[in-house]
C-alpha cells in the first residue's frame, strides 16, 4: 500500500532531517500513533549521524533498554539473545539517533552461530557504517547486577568488547549495570561495588575513562543514558575492530580475531585430548563387552565430532582471506539459487534506510527492492526490508 506523503509535515532538524513526521512521538508510542513507514526515510543522509552501540552479554538488557527508548514492546526473541546487528532510529530530546543493537559472544541459545560468526559480521557492519559515513559516538555496555559472579560469558563479553573498542575510546563508554529491580538491594550494592573497585573486572575501564551508571528499566533512565554519551562523544570515534578492519585486516589480524583465534587453538588441543580418552575407553568397554557403555561413549564421540568440525569451520573462517571468503560466499549463494528454484538468497535490509549491499561481494549497492543482480559478481538476491 502507497502512502500519501502530500499533508505530512517533515521535521527540518538539522541533525537528522526527515526522519519522522513531526505529530509522531516515538516516546509516547500507542495505536493511534504508529511508527512512520520506511517512505519516511531520507534516500542520502546527512554526514552527522549520532550512532551509538548497544553491546553486552546476551541477556543483560540490550534489546531491553532500545525499546524503552523506541517506544516499543520488546521482541517475543529478546529474551533468547540478539541474533544478528539492528539499526533502531528514535528520538532523545530534541536529537534524532540510531541506536545499534549488538548480539553477545559466548552465547548459549545461539547454536548454530560460533563467536567467530558474531565477529565476522560486526566487523562487517563496521566496514559497511564506515563507508556510509556512520561513525560511533558513543558506547552503552550492559551488564546483570543479578549475576551472583562474573560468569565464563560475561568475562568473555567484556573481554571482547575491549578488544573490539580499543583501550584509547574507554572515554566514550558507559558501563551499565541492569536488573536492578529483581536483585535484593543488599547484594546489588555489593556486587556494583565489587565491579568498579580498582581491583575489579570494571577497574581498567574506569581507569581508562569509562563512567559507571544504572540502567533501571524506565524510559527516563535509558534516555539519560543515551543523553550522557551525547554529551561525553561531541566527536565521533573510531572503535580499534573499525580502524583494523578499514586497513585491510583479515579478522585473526584484528586484535578481537587473535583473540578469539587463541581460544580455539586452545581447544582444539582439549579436543584432541578428550577424543584420544574417548578411544581408549571405548576400545576398553568393547574388550569388557559392556554394550550399554560403549553406545553411550559412542554418542559422546559422535557430539565431541560435531564440536570439532564445528571448531574447524570458526578456525577457517577467522583466518580466510577476504578472497577465499567471496569465492565461498559466491559458491554457495549460487548453489542455493540452483538448488532451490524461484527462491532467491533473501537479502534483509542493511542500512537504516533504503539501501543494500550485496550478500556476496559485499561491494556494490543498490536502492532496487526485490530481484536483483549485481553486476560485480553476478549473483542474483532478494532485496526486502
Same mark, same amino acid.
Given at each position: ?9 517533515? &521535521? ?9 513526521? %513531526? ?58 539473545? %540478539?541474533? &544478528? ?29 560460533? &563467536? ?23 558506547? !552503552? ?28 575510546? @574507554? ?6 549495570t541492569t536488573k536492578w529491580g529483581i536483585t535484593p538491594e543488599a547484594d546489588a550494592l555489593r556486587r556494583e561495588k565489587e565491579l568498579d573497585s580498582p581491583e575489579g573486572f570494571w577497574g581498567p575501564y574506569i581507569a581508562g575513562g569509562s563512567k559507571i551508571r544504572r540502567f533501571e528499566n524506565t524510559q527516563a533512565s535509558a534516555c539519560a543514558l543515551v543523553e550522557e554519551i ?10 580499534? !575492530? ?7 585486516? %583479515?579478522?585473526?589480524? %584484528?586484535?578481537?580475531?587473535?583473540? @578469539? ?12 585430548e578428550e577424543m584420544a580418552a574417548l578411544r581408549e575407553e571405548i576400545e576398553l568397554a568393547r574388550r569388557e563387552r559392556n554394550k550399554m557403555m560403549e553406545d553411550a561413549l559412542k554418542r559422546e564421540q559422535k557430539r565431541l565430532k560435531e564440536e570439532i568440525a564445528s571448531r574447524e569451520e570458526a578456525q577457517w573462517l577467522i583466518n580466510a582471506s577476504k578472497v577465499e571468503l ?36 559485499? &561491494? ?22
Open positions: 500500500m502507497s502512502t500519501n506523503l502530500d499533508n505530512v509535515k517533515i &521535521d527540518e532538524s538539522p541533525i537528522f532531517p526527515g526522519t519522522f513526521p %513531526t505529530e509522531y512521538d516515538p516516546h509516547n508510542y500507542n495505536v493511534n500513533n504508529p511508527p512512520p513507514p520506511y517512505e519516511f526515510l531520507p534516500k542520502k543522509a546527512p554526514q552527522q549521524r549520532l550512532l551509538i552501540a548497544v553491546m553486552g552479554p546476551t541477556g543483560s538488557g540490550k534489546s531491553t533498554l532500545i525499546s524503552k527508548i523506541a517506544g516499543r514492546e520488546p521482541s517475543d526473541t529478546a529474551s533468547a539473545g %540478539t541474533a &544478528d546487528i539492528e539499526e533502531i532510529p528514535c528520538k532523545v530530546g530534541d536529537k534524532y539517533v540510531i541506536l545499534v543493537d549488538t548480539p553477545g559472544f559466548n552465547d548459549t541459545n545461539q547454536k548454530d552461530r560460533s &563467536d567467530t560468526d558474531i565477529l565476522a559480521n560486526l566487523a562487517d557492519w563496521m566496514q559497511e557504517s564506515w563507508s556510509e559515513d556512520m561513525l560511533l559516538s558513543g558506547i !552503552i555496555y550492559l551488564h546483570s547486577i543479578n549475576e551472583a559472579r562474573m560468569t565464563g560469558s560475561s568475562i568473555t563479553n567484556l573481554r571482547m568488547f575491549r578488544k573490539l573498542c580499543g583501550d584509547k575510546n @574507554l572515554k566514550n563508554v558507559i558501563l551499565a551525547l554529551d561525553i562523544g561531541r566527536d565521533r570515534f573510531v572503535p580499534k !575492530i573499525q580502524e583494523e578492519v578499514i586497513k585491510g585486516k %583479515t579478522l585473526v589480524e %584484528t586484535d578481537a580475531g587473535a583473540y @578469539l583465534n587463541q581460544a580455539l587453538v586452545e581447544l582444539n588441543k582439549k579436543h584432541a567471496l569465492e565461498r560466499q559466491i559458491r554457495e549463494l549460487k548453489s542455493s539459487s540452483k538448488t532451490r528454484p524461484g527462491k532467491l538468497p533473501p537479502n534483509p535490509l542493511r542500512f537504516w534506510h533504503l539501501r543494500w549491499r550485496c550478500l556476496a561481494c559485499k &561491494d556494490e549497492k543498490t536502492e532496487t527492492e526485490g530481484e536483483w543482480t549485481c553486476p560485480k559478481c553476478n549473483v542474483t538476491q532478494m532485496n526486502e526490508q
